[in-house]
């Protein structure tokens, strides 16, 4: 027998565990470190395992035990779990809510309750005299699957319930919501899998709902797993009126809700809410694919009822789809600045949320092979955001046997040099510096706007040139005679004569832009501006050790010997010496002075577009003075300068930390300066841009 001071330790340690529980997944605010929690988790599993007897099933140590399932058993619902009717526009919404009204009574007040759709996996967690009894999947919405033994090793979800205000536990409650994966875990966990030669998942909710239905519940155990509550089944013992009492009450019994759900007293702010989180999805730690609106009263969701399965009292406003499938009809493989083999996707054309796809991103072999995408699969491809289309993995079980697996070729697809894979390393290259490819894309990144921005030359006109052997390299560029363009189409003498300026202006280009613009792999502009403020000349830059350029705030080893194995390179310093002989200015000039300017030590974000300069003058005009620029607006930002169209979120955020906003005007004053370079917005017609920042095809052979 226990002596009873050690019951009573246990009893108290598991107090404590499941406050600390609560504190941490449901308020949010826990006041222990991890490292106090773990040492009370540590002293219960000592006394748990010098008293077995003391054990029980809901004690915080017990999440995983039961040895691997054959196959998972069937559960029948109590109460089916339903599915949601979707709205796809505004339009829609506004529809149901007029049949609601109108089922209800025009006179009758009704409240919404919205939540976040998000696009995990379904479950229903039921609960007897406090303590986790069965864990069920949807399954078709009356049966579902036994998932208990793997719903309990998912840290949020409470072994046993914690007493509410009243101290009295429901005799029976099921507790629905959705298991999930963040995103930012999904991608770790994706990274550890490839690593270990396992399979790859295609999207959060695949893998968490893989993860969920692992027979040996280790493995679940060792996924980064979540849990929200959204709702009840069968209750007995407490009688709940509303949705928003509801999550109330859930959140006191210990289940994490959502913190972005709210209760809404009319149909326009509804509205609001979806819009807002439609343009704001890309900010949520998770992915969202709607906003589920429900009508808050269970009065009142008694009297819509249930259609068909679907509630009439609630309805998922669905945001555009960033995910469809297609066929993948051939890989084709692009050279980039740095010789790196991209492959690419050739798609069946396929309509993703409004905007036609036709091509994607393969990333790397091993990409493709870990995801044993073959050439014929049915893909699915991703668009988010801003970023590049990228086919997500195979949907192997519609393969018909007539599908290709895919190998990088072994010579360059443009040039036919034997191709390299260094060890350690994803990328493969064309080892060719005169490879033609190459040539055009350096040329193309050289004249870019972030980098020289000689404004009037681009891809086209620079595959000419290469094509004609009048430009092996970028210095070649600064040897360029109004007879190169001759029979270039669209080039009259008023055309070549700007781009021969542009072209000799950008030889007194600031360093940052000359660092940025040599494209050194891994050194993007806010490394070069740092590395520019830091060397003030290329070849002391290019005679830096790693030892040194560790010493750097923000270079780590792998960007430390990319600089220096860039500069060992004979061919990369021989280009500079023939940049510094057509004159190339590769010191830092006087504009350059950093520290002590007007703007020394703040930290300004760009929002907008500016009237007077692009944004990357904008930048620089910052950086001269002193300042450093910031791409998010945190606490950190001392000004938002702000232009025409300025992002929403930015500004919000700016507003809401209390952080002053510039416009353009006050900006300049604030510098102390005209821009030296400023080129009058109004000469940057489209016939004098650069072609490259036109489509997405031609994006996507970049080195991005
Ligand atoms: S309520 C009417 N609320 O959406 C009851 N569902 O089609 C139906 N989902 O499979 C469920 N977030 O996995 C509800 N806040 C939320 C939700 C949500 C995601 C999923 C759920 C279900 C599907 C319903």
């Not at 600045?337 to 993703?352: D, Q, S, Y």
Request: glycine fraction near 8%; hydrophobic fraction near 40%.
């Amino acid at each position: 027998m226990a002596p009873p001071e050690i019951v009573a330790r246990i009893e108290r340690l598991r107090e404590q565990i499941r406050e600390h529980n609560y504190r941490y997944y449901v308020l949010d605010a826990p006041i222990i470190s991890d490292a106090e929690y773990d040492a009370l988790m540590r002293e219960l599993r000592e006394l748990e395992a010098a008293y077995p007897e003391l054990i029980t099933p809901d004690s915080p140590t017990q999440r995983v035990g039961a040895p691997p399932a054959e196959r998972f058993a069937k559960v029948r619902h109590r109460e089916p779990m339903l599915s949601l009717a979707n709205a796809f526009s505004v339009d829609d919404l506004r529809a149901w809510y007029e049949r609601i009204r109108r089922l209800l009574g025009a006179e009758t007040a009704i409240a919404f309750v919205v939540e976040p759709k998000i696009d995990g996996l379904a479950i229903a967690i039921t609960y007897e005299d406090g303590r986790l009894v069965l864990a069920a999947t949807r399954g078709d919405g009356f049966t579902g699957e036994d998932v208990t033994a793997n719903v309990r090793t998912v840290p949020s979800v409470p072994l046993a319930l914690r007493p509410p205000a009243d101290g009295r536990l429901p005799r029976l409650i099921e507790v629905r919501g959705e298991i999930y994966m963040r995103i930012a875990d999904f991608e770790r966990l994706n990274e550890q899998q490839a690593h270990a030669g396992e399979k790859v998942f295609a999207n959060p909710r695949n893998a968490a709902a893989g993860s969920l239905r692992q027979l040996d519940s280790r493995i679940t155990a060792s996924r980064p797993l979540r849990f929200f509550a959204y709702g009840v089944g069968p209750v007995e013992g407490v009688t709940l009126r509303s949705q928003w009492e509801t999550l109330a009450y859930l959140r006191e019994l210990g289940f994490p809700v959502n913190p972005d759900i709210r209760r809404l007293e009319d149909i326009e702010a509804v509205i609001a809410y979806c819009q807002e989180w439609m343009s704001r999805r890309d900010q949520l730690p998770y992915e969202a694919d709607g906003v589920v609106v429900k009508v808050d009263s269970f009065a009142q969701q008694r009297e819509l009822g249930v259609v068909a399965r679907e509630p009439r009292w609630a309805i998922a406003f669905k945001f555009p789809a960033r995910e469809a499938t297609t066929r993948l009809l051939d890989i084709v493989v692009n050279v980039g600045r740095t010789g790196r083999l991209n492959p690419n996707a050739i798609l069946e054309p396929v309509n993703i949320g409004g905007v036609t796809v036709s091509n994607a991103t393969l990333h790397n072999e091993d990409y493709i092979v870990s995801r044993d995408i073959r050439i014929g699969d049915r893909v699915i491809v991703k668009r988010a955001g801003d970023v590049i289309p990228q086919v997500v993995g195979p949907i192997p079980e519609v393969r018909t046997g007539a599908e290709r697996p895919w190998r990088m070729p072994s010579a360059c697809p443009v040039c036919g040099t034997p191709v390299v894979r260094r060890p350690g390393e994803a990328d493969t290259y064309c080892p060719n510096r005169a490879c033609p490819a190459q040539t055009v894309r350096l040329i193309e990144h050289w004249v870019s706007q972030g980098a020289m921005d000689i404004v009037g030359l681009g891809e086209r006109q620079a595959r000419l040139l290469v094509e004609r052997g009048l430009i092996q390299d970028v210095a070649d560029l600064y040897t360029l005679t109004p007879a190169s363009f001759a029979g270039i189409e669209g080039y009259g003498p008023k055309r070549i004569q700007n781009v021969l300026q542009a072209i000799e202006a950008s030889k007194q280009r600031p360093l940052a832009r000359l660092i940025f613009a040599l494209g050194i792999p891994n050194v993007g502009s806010t490394l070069a501006a740092k590395l520019a403020e830091h060397y003030r000349s290329l070849d002391a830059l290019a005679n830096a050790s790693v030892q040194e350029l560790l010493a750097i705030e923000g270079i780590g080893p792998h960007v430390a010997e990319s600089i220096v194995a860039f500069f060992a390179d004979p061919d990369n310093r021989a280009l500079i010496e023939k940049l510094k002989r057509v004159g190339v200015r590769t010191e830092a000039g006087p504009e350059e002075t950093p520290r002590d300017g007007p703007l020394a030590g703040k930290t300004l974000v760009i929002t907008g577009t500016l009237a007077g300069m692009t944004r990357e003058e904008a930048a620089d005009l910052i950086r001269r003075a002193g300042g450093k620029v910031g791409s998010s607006v945190t606490r950190k930002t001392d000004y938002l300068v702000v232009g025409a169209e300025p992002g929403s979120a930015k500004l919000e955020k700016a507003r809401q930390l209390g952080i002053p906003l510039l416009d353009e005007q006050a900006f300049l004053r604030l510098v102390g300066e005209q821009p030296a370079e400023a080129l009058p917005r109004a000469e940057r017609t489209p016939e004098t841009m650069p072609a490259s920042d036109a489509t997405q095809a031609d994006q996507l052979r970049l080195d991005v």
